[in-house]
């Protein structure tokens, strides 16, 4: 009997963990899909733009939404771009070939009446779950991005 149940207790452990860290990672993906609409709509009413927050500020605003992350301000990369026109930032290279967001840092929050693409990205650990995480099997890279057009606010 012992026997048995060792041979079947490892492999339900180990589907346990595997299960218990996806979830995890679905739920830090949700935090950052939440963050990221939360920043975009607040673009997007030009309360980022007429309050002056700039990169570091909306930085923080993130980081607070993202409790999962640590060491969020270091690990999170950020990249607000703004258009002009949906065929311009249709015809901006803000995606790599495999349709992974480009974060380049960039912030330009825009104006009344543009476009912005809001992106952001983290390198989360992989703790059981080395399947997903890359070569090394340390980290695997998370990253959401939002477009929007910004109301006609005033300045």
Do not use: H, K
């Not at 979830?23 to 709509?41: C, Y």
């Not at 607000?80 to 929050?109: H, K, Q, R």
């Amino acid at each position: 009997m012992a026997v048995e149940f060792a041979i079947i207790c490892l492999p339900l452990i180990a589907l346990f963990l595997a299960a218990m860290q996806l979830g995890v990672i679905f739920l830090v993906n949700q935090m950052m899909q939440d963050a990221v609409t939360t920043a975009s709509r607040e673009i997007r009413t030009g309360q980022i733009q007429t309050g002056g927050i700039g990169s570091v500020s909306m930085r923080e605003r993130i980081c607070e939404d993202l409790v999962l992350v640590a060491n969020c301000p270091a690990n999170l990369q950020l990249a607000v771009n703004s258009f002009a026109t949906l065929e311009d930032a249709a015809n901006a290279d803000l995606y790599t070939s495999t349709g992974a967001p480009i974060i380049n840092n960039e912030y330009d929050p825009g104006g009344p009446n543009e476009i912005v693409v809001v992106s952001i990205a983290i390198t989360y650990p992989i703790g059981f779950v080395n399947y997903f995480a890359p070569e090394d099997g340390s980290a695997q890279r998370l990253a959401v991005s939002m477009v929007a057009r910004s109301e006609n606010y005033e300045e």
